[in-house]
Nanobody, 118 residues
Framework: QVQLVESGGGLVQAGGSLRLSCAAS????????MGWFRQAPGKEREFVAA????????SYVDSVKGRFTISRDNAKNTVYLQMSSLKPEDTAVYYC???????????WGQGTQVTVSS
């Protein structure tokens, strides 16, 4: 089992920045691909970014490329999502997830709210 706890959400003006953190406990963190997802009101949950356990490759949804950066610190069992140039359309609940690959996430956090005002 892996437990995930997100933090760092909040209210920010358009153009601002936030850094989300996801602290993991349980099984060996470094073995897992870590991802960030988000769900806006009335919309389906969507993939935002992922950081693989093997090789450290990263991937992003097109709408956040160049603005968001995912990183991880295996010594701290933590994955981060640095968000810059935030837009109102980035408003959502952001979820951290852990899985064996980018195609399969087995564990999810409770989510943290990000609200971007115009």
């Amino acid at each position: 089992q892996v437990q995930l706890v997100e933090s760092g959400g909040g209210l920010v003006q358009a153009g601002g920045s936030l850094r989300l953190s996801c602290a993991a406990s349980g099984r060996t963190f470094s073995w897992y691909t870590m991802g960030w997802f988000r769900q806006a009101p009335g919309k389906e949950r969507e993939f935002v970014a992922a950081h693989s356990w093997s090789g450290g490759s990263t991937s992003y949804v097109d709408s956040v490329k160049g603005r968001f950066t995912i990183s991880r610190d295996n010594a701290k069992n933590t994955v981060y999502l640095q968000m810059s140039s935030l837009k109102p359309e980035d408003t959502a609940v952001y979820y951290c997830a852990a899985g064996i690959s980018t195609a399969q996430y087995n564990y999810w956090g409770q989510g943290t709210q990000v609200t971007v005002s115009s």
